[in-house]
T-cell receptor
Framework: GNSVTQMEGPVTLSEEAFLTINCTYT??????LFWYVQYPGEGLQLLLK?????DKGSNKGFEATYRKETTSFHLEKGSVQVSDSAVYFC???????????????FGKGTLLTVNP | EAQVTQNPRYLITVTGKKLTVTCSQN?????MSWYRQDPGLGLRQIYY???????DKGDVPEGYKVSRKEKRNFPLILESPSPNQTSLYFC???????????????FGPGTRLTVL
């Protein structure tokens, strides 16, 4: 079946440090890939997405590129802020528009803490 | 404001006492889904609905029921809760088939349930 593996946390960085959170997936075919962020006490918010190979999703300074050859979708940010402290989830969805279940298959999440 | 709302946000109950967690969205989305989030397991889908009166099981449906009588509402029902259903529950919605961003899911704020 489909699965997502992301680096285990927690990850602790100083403000303005470079962030990478690794994510790889296993799937037959080409899923859509997502990064969701969960701030303390809140629900998940879509951070960025990519729907086909070599697509780059970007938002709020975060980027991730859909790499078919390595089945990866690593999240990066050049300079993190204290406000980026949250749990980050990599996920895939593997259903075409006319399909029946847009289930997201999630990784286990990575807790990021950014210190001033 | 476009949003998914859930009630209650926190609930402590006892084994066997029926409960309902409500979910409502104001975006005219066709697709709705329930997930549970558990430490070390990430998020797993419980049930989903493609439209009014159309529901189906996700990966962990045992002990849960749902209904979709109106497009905007998708309540989660625990007829006889047990301690292993203690979890954080999220409702999500997506636009649905043949619509822009058809599978981007918007999440509610979560309901933390404790079953004693």
């Amino acid at each position: 079946g489909n699965s997502v593996t992301q680096m285990e946390g927690p990850v602790t960085l100083s403000e303005e440090a470079f962030l990478t959170i690794n994510c790889t997936y296993t799937a037959t075919g080409y899923p859509s890939l997502f990064w969701y962020v969960q701030y303390p006490g809140e629900g998940l918010q879509l951070l960025l997405k990519a729907t086909k190979a070599d697509d780059k999703g970007s938002n709020k300074g975060f980027e991730a590129t859909y790499r078919k050859e390595t089945t990866s979708f690593h999240l990066e940010k050049g300079s993190v802020q204290v406000s980026d402290s949250a749990v980050y989830f990599c996920a895939l969805s593997f259903v075409a528009s006319g399909g029946s279940n847009y289930k997201l298959t999630f990784g286990k999440g990575t807790l990021l803490t950014v210190n001033p | 404001e476009a949003q998914v709302t859930q009630n209650p946000r926190y609930l402590i109950t006892v084994t066997g006492k029926k409960l309902t967690v409500t979910c409502s969205q104001n975006m005219n989305h066709e697709y709705m889904s329930w997930y549970r989030q558990d430490p070390g397991l990430g998020l797993r889908q419980i049930y989903y609905s493609m439209n009014v009166e159309v529901t189906d099981k996700g990966d962990v449906p045992e002990g849960y029921k749902v209904s979709r009588k109106e497009k905007r509402n998708f309540p989660l029902i625990l007829e006889s809760p047990s301690p292993n259903q203690t979890s954080l529950y999220f409702c999500a919605s997506s636009p649905g088939p043949n619509r822009p961003s058809y599978n981007e899911q918007f999440f509610g704020p979560g309901t933390r349930l404790t079953v004693l």
